[in-house]
């Protein structure tokens, strides 16, 4: 038996009106998805338990199959080992965003324009990461560059104690209030003041403002975490597996669980991403023995939080396109038995611009066995309308991989 789970991050959404009260879901043109879930198995999951946060890192533990509440430490540990640095027990590793800001006299009066710097590239995300390590880095705090925007800050035996922000979620808003909070918060709101200072005017930010591009003109820390220890996933499930995504966290989760890490050229974590390339890789794993894959997508997330309509409906066309149709397909004449698992980590609404606790879509094939409530095409609707629904995400993996049935709310 091969097992895919293919992840659309952040692709549940709310009815629009500029949709005619369809959500993106319901008007994107996903022709193999609709195929798969009016033969499958089709239900809604909630990802993120209660009282934790929104966030991809809690969501796609959760799909993986496993407990947030028993196994999660913080985000950006798992960029960390994504990224080949090795943390001791006492370290703790923040997420450093490149974020864009008004240019206000005083830091507290800024308002938070874009989260991601207009998606600087990574090569310019390096050259000012590494300028901000130069001057603001010491012997225990260390800057460490990503892809794109999303960088790192690592304390060595920093306290662990902290209220932070994640940056998506007050675009819009002046940043006063929303400033890192805690023991030693100082030290933090002080790098972030005075690399708004560094940054006005280096030539990288000069550059982009000449392109007509927003410039990266403060970094942003949040999501702070300590190292964490999660069973492997062959352990948990007696399934060899990879993992495909351009983005750190997941990356991360994938070296944490002990699966395989594939690289693929051209995979951005954003709209302009190389979906094929991703489903390519896929099916090469898959033929060359390992059981189970797991494809993230960043794009409609990414979407959702630059309120990108357009977009986001054609993100999810593209991904059913170049990942849902090849992979169904490749895997139809390739493999006796198979399974495909299509979903969303969490929902990221274009109205909110950031991620809800909603329960979210997925939609199961098993080309052995009939699907329980066919007929259905895949939405957040008709999802809700078949009475499948798992309280407790982690438990999707074993009903995904026929370990454990699952009841209907009704």
């Not at 390096?126 to 800050?153: C, D, M, Q, W």
């Not at 929303?178 to 005075?194: A, D, N, T």
Request: charged share 25%; net charge negative.
């Amino acid at each position: 038996m091969k097992y895919a789970v293919i992840l659309g991050d952040g692709m549940a959404d709310y009815p629009l009106t500029e949709l005619g009260g369809l959500t993106p879901l319901e008007k994107a043109h996903i022709p193999t998805a609709d195929m798969l879930a009016k033969k499958g198995i089709l239900g809604l999951v909630k990802t993120i338990p209660e009282n934790m946060s929104a966030g991809s890192d809690v969501a796609n533990l959760s799909v993986l199959g496993y407990d947030p509440r028993l196994s999660y430490n913080g985000r950006s540990p798992f960029e960390a080992e994504s990224m080949g640095i090795s943390l001791e027990e006492t370290d703790i590793a923040f997420r450093c965003n490149l974020v864009t800001l008004t240019e206000e006299e005083k830091y507290q009066d800024r308002t938070i324009l874009d989260h991601s710097a207009g998606e600087i590239t990574s090569e310019e995300g390096a050259i000012l990461i590494e300028h901000i390590n130069k001057e603001l880095g010491r012997e225990n705090l260390t800057f460490h560059p990503g892809v794109s925007y999303r960088h790192l800050l690592i304390w060595k035996g920093g306290p662990d104690s902290w209220e932070l922000t994640p940056p998506h979620d007050i675009l819009g808003r002046k940043v006063g209030e929303y400033l890192p909070r805690g023991v030693k918060c100082q030290v933090i709101q002080e790098m972030m003041r005075k690399s708004a200072l560094l940054l006005a005017e280096h030539p990288v930010n000069k550059e982009r403002r000449a392109k007509g591009l927003l410039p990266a003109n403060s970094i942003w820390i949040w999501g702070e975490g300590k190292k964490p220890i999660l069973e492997s996933f062959t352990g948990k499930f007696g399934l060899r597996g990879a993992v495909i995504s351009a983005v750190d966290l997941v990356r991360g989760l994938g070296v944490c669980t002990g699966l395989s890490i594939v690289e693929v050229p051209g995979a951005t974590g954003n709209f302009h991403t190389n979906y094929r390339g991703k489903a390519e890789a896929a099916l090469r794993v898959l033929g060359e023995g390992k059981d189970f894959v797991y494809i993230h997508i960043e794009a409609p997330d990414e979407c959702g939080h630059r309120n990108e309509l357009a977009n986001k409906v054609r993100a999810i066309e593209l991904i059913d396109e170049n990942v849902v149709k090849p992979i169904a397909d490749a895997l139809e004449k390739t493999w006796d038995e198979y399974s495909i698992m299509f979903l969303p980590d969490h929902a990221t609404p274009l109205s909110l611009r950031t991620h809800t606790r909603d329960p979210v879509p997925f939609l199961i094939y098993r080309n052995t066995k009939e699907g329980e409530h066919p007929g259905r095409a895949f939405s957040e609707k008709a999802a809700a309308e078949t009475g499948i629904f798992l309280e407790e995400g982690h438990h999707l993996m074993e009903y995904f991989l026929a370990i454990k049935g699952v009841r209907s709310k009704a």
